[in-house]
T-cell receptor, first 114, second 113 residues
Framework: DAGVIQSPRHEVTEMGQEVTLRCKPISGHDYLFWYRQTMMRGLELLIY????????DSGMPEDRFSAKMPNASFSTLKIQPSEPRDSAVYFCASSLGVGNQPQHFGDGTRLSIL | AQSVTQPDIHITVSEGASLELRCNYS??????LFWYVQSPGQGLQLLLK??????LVQGIKGFEAEFKRSQSSFNLRKPSVHWSDAAEYFC???????????FGRGTSLIVHP
């Protein structure tokens, strides 16, 4: 079975540019999560969706960040405009429910903002 | 609010030695507990999970963990470490309210030959 698929794997762009990260969750999973991982702050939950509806976006750092889930098989995380401090690895994860259900992570997008 | 503490940022062991990674949590209800492993350049992979029943749970790659309610701990163990176990290990807890998991900061395992 295909796991969570993220694209691109690496992104290097200049400050001020728009960045779009993409995620395809595991088919049938009803929860989708976006995380950011840095050395300084560890793994941070940015936002999560249930049945394509955003439930909690309190982890989104600021208005430059936005996330959408137009259907059950696709989600995007957008940063506009990007800044050097946004450089991090961004992970998408999906799960079949919460509580006793583990999350399945993609391999992440390593983002570098110059 | 739930919180997870992994007190060791780095752990260094020799290949073949035993391993124990610590995880402590605070929670307001019966927790669901997880350990994940992250190899370089990859996402987190589930090692094992605990919900109820036997407090000693077995996972993949020869790992096990023990839930101790009295100590609010869920430590990960392996009797003999292999060089391929070098990775970052994360403990996660889900409880009360939304049951969305909270992750610890992670412990980096270094294995010496």
């Amino acid at each position: 079975d295909a796991g969570v698929i993220q694209s691109p794997r690496h992104e290097v762009t200049e400050m001020g540019q728009e960045v779009t990260l993409r995620c395809k969750p595991i088919s049938g999973h009803d929860y989708l999560f976006w995380y950011r991982q840095t050395m300084m702050r560890g793994l941070e939950l940015l936002i999560y969706f249930n049945n394509n509806v955003p439930i909690d976006d309190s982890g989104m750092p600021e208005d430059r960040f936005s996330a959408k889930m137009p259907n059950a098989s696709f989600s995007t995380l957008k940063i506009q405009p990007s800044e050097p401090r946004d450089s991090a690895v961004y992970f998408c994860a999906s799960s079949l429910g919460v509580g006793n259900q583990p999350q399945h992570f993609g391999d992440g997008t390593r983002l570098s903002i110059l | 609010a739930q919180s997870v503490t992994q007190p060791d940022i780095h752990i260094t062991v020799s290949e073949g030695a035993s391993l124990e990674l610590r995880c402590n949590y605070s929670y307001g209800a019966t927790p669901y507990l997880f350990w994940y492993v992250q190899s370089p350049g990859q996402g987190l992979q589930l090692l094992l999970k605990y919900f109820s029943g036997d407090t000693l749970v077995q996972g993949i790659k020869g790992f096990e963990a023990e839930f101790k309610r009295s100590q609010s701990s869920f430590n990960l163990r392996k009797p003999s470490v292999h060089w391929s176990d070098a990775a970052e290990y994360f403990c996660a807890v889900a409880s009360g309210g939304s049951y969305i998991p909270t992750f610890g900061r992670g412990t980096s395992l270094i294995v010496h030959p």
